[in-house]
């Protein structure tokens, strides 16, 4: 009887911790999944453009994208795509496929080239919106490069989520913003 409330015991603690790892885990797509889904319901598309090879892509994998606080911001308003960098595969997109072009050791994928504007550099994030334009968080930049912490990162995906820049500038937003993370830490906010 003890053996049995044990093993019941620990297959219990086992089911609530792959629920909450499950609720504070970003619902990753394919990015052909996402334009997919889009034609029934309309979002935003945040794209997470990484390589195999980045240690602070999977830094960013383990400490920000499991965070609670994004995890649920990027699944209740974005279509969350990782897209590989370096893959081989094409992508069909609004008529044009999108290509593997190799040089160096390894190579780029033309999509990923496109949505980084050739800025190769890597973790590195881009919003569309539900036409599939890109969104620039920060004025003059495309994308949004590097590491960033839960409590940094969140400005962004709730100002891109929250349909704040469709009125204003994030410089102005940065100054309003109430972090859900207490008293904001400002080392690559606006980097």
Known sequence: MKKYLSVLLFAMVGQVWAQEKTE????WITFEEAVE????????????????????????????FTDP???????????????????TADVVFKGTTFKFVPYGNKG??????????????YPNFVFLDEEFRII????GYQSLPG???PEDFHIFVNFVGGDFYKAKLFQDYQKEYKSPYGAPTTSSVGK
């Open 24 to 27: 504070s885990s970003v619902k």
């Open 37 to 64: 889904k889009s034609k029934t319901e309309k979002r935003k598309i945040f794209i997470d453009v990484y390589t195999d090879w980045c240690g602070w892509c999977k830094v960013m994998d383990k400490n920000t």
């Open 69 to 87: 606080k994004i995890a649920a911001l990027l699944n209740e308003k974005f279509y969350a795509v990782k897209f590989d960098a370096e893959q």
């Open 108 to 121: 780029s994928h033309q999509l990923a080239m496109a949505l980084l504007n050739n800025q190769m550099s």
């Open 136 to 139: 620039p968080v920060i004025q």
């Open 147 to 149: 590491y960033r912490k």
